[in-house]
Structures are given as structure tokens and as C-alpha cells.
T-cell receptor, first 114, second 117 residues
Framework: GNSVTQMEGPVTLSEEAFLTINCTYT??????LFWYVQYPGEGLQLLLK???ADDKGSNKGFEATYRKETTSFHLEKGSVQVSDSAVYFC?????????????WGLGTSLAVNP | DAGVIQSPRHEVTEMGQEVTLRCKPI?????LFWYRQTMMRGLELLIY????????DSGMPEDRFSAKMPNASFSTLKIQPSEPRDSAVYFC???????????????FGPGTRLTVL
């Protein structure tokens, strides 16, 4: 079945460091891919998405490219800030059968120190 | 818009008691999702509704859990009787209508932190 694998955390970085959080997936068909972010004490919110191969999603300085050949959707940011400290979730959606479910990774906690 | 509203934000109860969690989706959204989040199991989808009809409840842990959506603006998740292992953060999310070829963003509520003693 469909699945998402994220790198384990926690990830601890200094401010202005480069961030990569790895995400790989297994899926049948042509899923859409997402990154959600959860700030402390809040619900999840969509950070970025890509709906087809080679699409690049971007938002708030974060980017991720849908790589079908490597089944990956790694999250990157060139210079992290303390305010980026949060838990990041990779997810995929398979629309077969009009399904509206998302398949979630376990989340990667990021802590950015000043 | 106020976003997805959940109540209560925190609930502490004793084992064996009935617990009811409430959710008001964003107006105009026609899909509603109930999730459970724990450190051990991560984020789990319990059940989701489309146009007030339960579509997939395969994630509901057992018969102690039940969910209803009597109308487009209200849903409940009930646990009876509650057990300590039910302690978790429960999220409700909603999304707006889409056709079968696209996916629409899920908007999450702030969650209910449930502690069963």
C-alpha cells in the first residue's frame, strides 16, 4: 500500500543554517505530495504542495521538488530562523476512488537555536 | 472566517467515563476528518465524512469510538468508556469541495488534548 517515510528527528540547527528534511514515498498511481507544518500547541497547516512529477512547491522560503524517479519530496530551506522551529509532516494523497485521505509520515521535529 | 473550531481544548477524565469531542468545520467545507496524534503512533486518521456521510472509518480503533455528523456544521467524536491509552491530541480538519481529479487542502483545528487517568 501507499506509505511515506520521513527522516527521524529531532533536527537541531543554528539560525541561518541550511535545512533538508528527507521524505520518500511508495504509491500506486500519481499521488499529490504535501508538506504540512505544526507549530507548538497548534494544528497542522499546509506549507507547500506539488501535484505532478517535477513540480516544485514553495512557500515561506521552503521548497520541495516532486521527484518521481527517486520517489522523493525532500523539504529544503536555505537559511532557517528560530520561528521555523516546528514539526514537519510529509504526506501524499491518492485520489483513486475519489478518496480524500492523506497518508502521513511520522513527522520530523526541527529546533532552531539563535 | 474563524477556522475550524474544536471544543473542549483540554479534557481530563477518569477511566470508564464517556468523553465527547466537538468540531465545527469551516463554513462551505464538505469534508471533515478526525485524527488522533500521539508520540508513539504519530498522526492517525480515525474517520472522515463527505457531505455528512461517513466514507471511511477503518481507522477507528474499536467499538468504544463513534463519530457522528448530524449536519454540515457540526461533528462529534465520542469515546465510551474511555481508557488511559486513549490519551492523545485529537484533531478535526475540514476541506472544501473538489472534483475527483484534484485534492484540496485540509484545514486543521487547534486540537483537543485528552488525558484519561
Amino acid at each position: 500500500g501507499n506509505s511515506v517515510t520521513q527522516m527521524e528527528g529531532p533536527v537541531t540547527l543554528s539560525e541561518e543554517a541550511f535545512l533538508t528534511i528527507n521524505c520518500t514515498y511508495t504509491a500506486t498511481g500519481y499521488p499529490s505530495l504535501f508538506w504540512y507544518v505544526q507549530y507548538p500547541g497548534e494544528g497542522l497547516q499546509l506549507l507547500l504542495k506539488a501535484t505532478k512529477a517535477d513540480d516544485k512547491g514553495s512557500n515561506k522560503g521552503f521548497e520541495a521538488t516532486y521527484r518521481k524517479e527517486t520517489t522523493s519530496f525532500h523539504l529544503e530551506k536555505g537559511s532557517v530562523q528560530v520561528s521555523d522551529s516546528a514539526v514537519y509532516f510529509c504526506a501524499l494523497s491518492d485520489l483513486a476512488g475519489n478518496n480524500r485521505k492523506l497518508i502521513w509520515g511520522l513527522g520530523t521535529s526541527l529546533a532552531v537555536n539563535p | 472566517d474563524a477556522g475550524v473550531i474544536q471544543s473542549p481544548r483540554h479534557e481530563v477524565t477518569e477511566m470508564g467515563q464517556e468523553v465527547t469531542l466537538r468540531c465545527k468545520p469551516i463554513s462551505g467545507h464538505n469534508s471533515l476528518f478526525w485524527y488522533r496524534q500521539t508520540m508513539m503512533r504519530g498522526l492517525e486518521l480515525l474517520i472522515y465524512f463527505n457531505n455528512n456521510v461517513p466514507i471511511d472509518d477503518s481507522g477507528m480503533p474499536e467499538d468504544r469510538f463513534s463519530a457522528k455528523m448530524p449536519n454540515a456544521s457540526f461533528s462529534t467524536l465520542k469515546i465510551q468508556p474511555s481508557e488511559p491509552r486513549d490519551s492523545a491530541v485529537y484533531f478535526c480538519a475540514s476541506s472544501f469541495p473538489s472534483d475527483s481529479s484534484s485534492y484540496n487542502e485540509q484545514f486543521f483545528g487547534p486540537g483537543t488534548r485528552l488525558t484519561v487517568l
